[in-house]
């Protein structure tokens, strides 16, 4: 027979794996991984009528009940110490679980961005090691798992950080026209930090390629624009204010124009 608690419990769990299920159609444009953070943060404390002690156990039954976004968040409440206490070796075992579970999940599916972030974050733990959970820093399989996110999930942050290890010897070997192509699937997806990176390799010009400063400076306004506010304001601005100096007149003007016409479909315009 259950006892009130375990009624409680449950009453709870039902309520965040509904709410969870909910995120994946929120009334606005948000991820899943977004919806469950929100959802987190609406059931916490007094305000959701749900303790914390509560809310962490029902996460965990969502999660032995195999909602992958029970985990992410769990995943990032110990990768954070956001209500528990940090631990790097409980987060990389709900990432890697998500990871292990659903790496063929549908490309596009409601979870989709939470699983290919979570085997970015498990590359990471790979990149860097985590001694305490028994991994070595193993760059080549830190690699494998960046790039399943990045091709087969067409994950825009992956593929970003892909182009970025093609800026790398010591990583996937210097190589800016396979960099360029990465940072402009990412780009095309919307990606700030990627719109600035193709921007400043087209402005300069790659191996066998003459450079296109038009282009080079469009991408780099609508990056600018993207990335308003946040912590990439700041290199992506410098990143701007050099080329403009470099540019002509004719130049900032074509590419201002470019921008303007085409920025609403990769940016803030």
Request: aromatic share 8%; net charge negative; charged share 20%.
């Amino acid at each position: 027979m259950r006892t009130v608690r375990e009624r409680s419990l449950i009453s709870v769990a039902a309520v965040v794996v509904l709410a969870l299920a909910m995120a994946g159609v929120p009334a606005r444009a948000q991820t899943a991984a977004d919806a469950a953070l929100d959802m987190a943060n609406l059931l916490d404390g007094a305000g959701g009528g749900v303790s914390s002690d509560d809310l962490l156990a029902a996460l965990e039954d969502a999660a032995d009940a195999g909602q992958p976004m029970a985990m992410w968040q769990l995943g990032t409440m110990y990768e954070n110490g956001e209500g528990v206490a940090k631990d790097p070796v409980k987060a990389f075992g709900y990432f890697s679980q998500i990871a292990n579970q659903h790496a063929d999940a549908a490309p596009k599916g409601v979870e989709s961005d939470i699983v290919a972030q979570s085997f970015v974050k498990v590359g990471d733990y790979f990149r860097d090691g985590l001694p305490d959970a028994g991994i070595k820093a193993d760059s080549d399989r830190s690699h494998a798992l960046l790039l399943h996110a990045a091709t087969y999930f067409g994950d825009a942050d992956a593929q970003y950080r892909v182009g970025m290890l093609y800026l790398e010897e010591n990583e996937l070997g210097v190589n800016p026209l396979q960099s360029a192509r990465w940072f402009s699937l990412a780009a095309r997806k919307g990606h700030g930090p990627a719109q600035a990176k193709l921007g400043e390799l087209l402005f300069k010009g790659l191996e066998g390629v003459e450079p296109q400063p038009v282009e080079g400076l469009m991408w780099l306004t609508i990056s600018r624009q993207r990335v308003s506010g946040t912590g990439d304001e700041g290199w992506v601005t410098d990143m701007l204010n050099h080329a403009l100096s470099a540019a002509s007149p004719a130049q900032r003007s074509e590419a201002t124009t470019l921008a303007q016409t085409v920025g609403a479909q990769f940016g803030r315009f």
